[in-house]
Structures are given as structure tokens and as C-alpha cells.
């Protein structure tokens, strides 16, 4: 392994990629208003199609307006297109898996993803293990996790407990996208090159993933669902999530990975300030316990 990929593996994050991710997490936790807004007028893997299918094309202008290559050979096709697939995978498996369990025990079980992409960069990219303080404040933050979304009892109904599979299921596929792109050659292209991949891929799989679930939209969209839309698709996959696939080829996986704690948080506060969610005591100290596991996680 060469210096600079080595570097690029163990990286902690600087003052400014950590407010860059902060940014993104706090644009995530709005992303699950905006589904739950439009839910109601298009069904969630619609959503989901729809939305990788349009970003496609508009990260595909943008990128023929800067000269960003997308089609030259550079041996990363199957790498890209397994990316695809588990991008795919792991949406629908949250969508479908919302029809069976709670948001709150979805919440919980698909931020175990953090320890996936920990767990399996011990494999793929050893240089990138944690050491004892970094599993403290990785344990800290998913603590803080449990203290804001409570400890979900034993499922009571078979569906529930399918639901809840469905979305370890999903924290899975989410680790291994992260995993996949981290120790392939995705990681030598453009994250422009490497969302397209996901999206060109993703988007027929949802497509007729939302078929196959009988999924219709039965009357025009409102003009809430269609700005909700507009907000995933131009600003969440087609801006943030090219921009964190850039911060994943820069800094290691497994730190990134922790900071996607923030993202429920941010849910939990935007659910509050749109919807009129209630906010429990408990959520400050949930906070505080995220953001101590953060800063003993990236530490150099």
C-alpha cells in the first residue's frame, strides 16, 4: 500500500471535512421528513427510483459541463456495479422494512451500521482498526442512540421482528457500499462517477422493485410531496451524496461511518421543527453522549 492510499485510509477527519459532514448528516436527518412528507402521494420505493433516476441525469449534465469523464476505461465497471446493487438493496430493504416495524426500532437497528463498516475494515482495510478509545466513543454515540429513540422491547407481532431483520439487513448493505467503494479503485475516480454508478444501477433494480410491490401512484402528487422530492433528489443524492463518496475516498471509512450517528439527531430535531414533534429531556443528553463518542472516535 502506498503512503498516500495508506494516509487516506487512517485519516482523521480535519476541523472542515468534520463541519462538511456535520452538513450532510444534518441534511439526511431533514431527508427523512421530506420522504415522510411526500409518503403519502408516492410510495417509498417509488420515491427512491424516482429520485436515483433523476439525479442520474443531472449529475450527468454537470458532469458534461466540467469535462468530467465518465466512460474511459479505468477497470472500476464490476467494482461500480456491485456498488449499485448494494446501494439498491440496502434502500429497498428500508423502505420495505418501515411497513412492518417502528421508525424508532428502524432507527436503531440500521445505525448499526457504524460497527459493520468497523467490523469489516479489519478485514478489507486493516490499516483502519479502531483501538480501545475509538470502540468507547463508537459504543458512547450508539448510547446516545439508544437514550433518544429508547430501548425497543422484544417484537411482539412475527412482522415486527421481520421488519427489524430487514433493517440490520440494510445496515449491512449500507457497510458494505462504503466497504466496497473504500477497497476498490472507486476510490481513484470521481465521486461524480462513482454516485452515477449507484444511481444508473439503482434505479431500474427500484423500479422494478415498486412493481413487483404493487406500488401506484393513484392521483397527481401535491405540491409538499413534489418540493420534498425536489429537496432528495437535487440536493440530498445528486449534492451530499457525491460529496461524502469524495470524503470517503480522503478519510477512513470506519471514522466517516461514526459520524453518521448525528444523522437520527438531526431527524429527531427536524421532525420537531416541521412536524411538531416532541422533544424529550433525554435528547440533550443523548446529544452530548454522540458527540463525546465522536471526538474520542477521531482522535489521531
Known amino acids: 500500500m502506498s503512503s498516500k492510499s495508506y494516509?487516506?485510509?487512517t485519516r482523521p477527519l480535519d476541523a472542515l471535512a468534520a463541519s462538511i459532514v456535520v452538513v450532510l448528516c444534518l441534511s439526511w436527518g431533514f431527508n427523512q421528513v421530506a420522504t415522510k412528507?411526500?409518503?403519502?402521494d408516492i410510495p417509498p420505493v417509488t420515491q427512491a427510483a424516482v429520485r436515483s433516476a433523476?439525479?442520474?441525469?443531472?449529475?450527468?449534465a454537470y458532469c458534461q459541463l466540467r469535462g468530467i469523464g465518465l466512460f474511459k476505461r479505468d477497470g472500476t465497471l464490476w467494482f461500480g456495479i456491485a456498488a449499485g446493487i448494494l446501494f439498491a438493496v440496502e434502500f429497498i430493504l428500508i423502505f420495505q422494512g418501515l411497513l412492518y416495524t417502528t421508525a424508532s426500532r428502524a432507527t436503531l437497528f440500521i445505525?448499526?451500521?457504524p460497527f459493520f463498516v468497523v467490523l469489516g475494515a479489519r478485514i478489507v482495510l486493516p490499516a483502519d482498526r479502531f483501538k480501545?478509545?475509538?470502540w468507547l466513543g463508537l459504543s458512547l454515540s450508539f448510547i446516545g442512540m439508544v437514550i433518544a429513540f429508547g430501548v425497543p422491547p422484544p417484537a411482539t407481532d412475527p412482522r415486527q421482528l421481520i421488519g427489524d431483520v430487514m433493517m440490520v439487513g440494510a445496515a449491512l448493505f449500507w457497510a458494505a457500499t462504503t466497504l466496497t467503494i473504500k477497497a476498490s479503485p472507486l476510490t481513484r475516480i470521481s465521486a461524480e462517477k462513482v454516485m452515477l454508478y449507484?444511481?444508473?444501477?439503482?434505479a431500474p433494480v427500484m423500479a422494478i422493485a415498486a412493481i413487483l410491490l404493487g406500488e401506484r401512484i393513484t392521483h397527481v402528487p401535491s405540491a409538499v410531496a413534489i418540493g420534498s422530492m425536489a429537496y432528495q433528489t437535487v440536493?440530498?443524492?445528486?449534492v451530499t451524496f457525491v460529496i461524502w463518496f469524495a470524503l470517503v475516498a480522503r478519510y477512513s471509512a470506519s471514522r466517516l461511518s461514526a459520524f453518521t450517528f448525528l444523522t437520527p439527531l438531526f431527524g429527531v430535531a427536524a421532525g420537531h421543527l416541521v412536524l411538531g414533534d416532541p422533544l424529550t429531556p433525554a435528547f440533550a443528553a443523548a446529544v452530548a453522549l454522540v458527540a463525546t463518542g465522536l471526538v474520542l472516535v477521531n482522535r489521531a
Do not use: E, M, R
Open 7 to 9: 494516509t487516506s485510509t
Open 37 to 40: 412528507l411526500a409518503i403519502h
Open 54 to 60: 433523476v439525479a442520474a441525469l443531472l449529475i450527468s
Open 111 to 113: 445505525y448499526l451500521a
Open 132 to 134: 480501545p478509545p475509538q
Open 198 to 202: 449507484q444511481l444508473v444501477v439503482s
Open 235 to 238: 440536493w440530498v443524492v445528486s
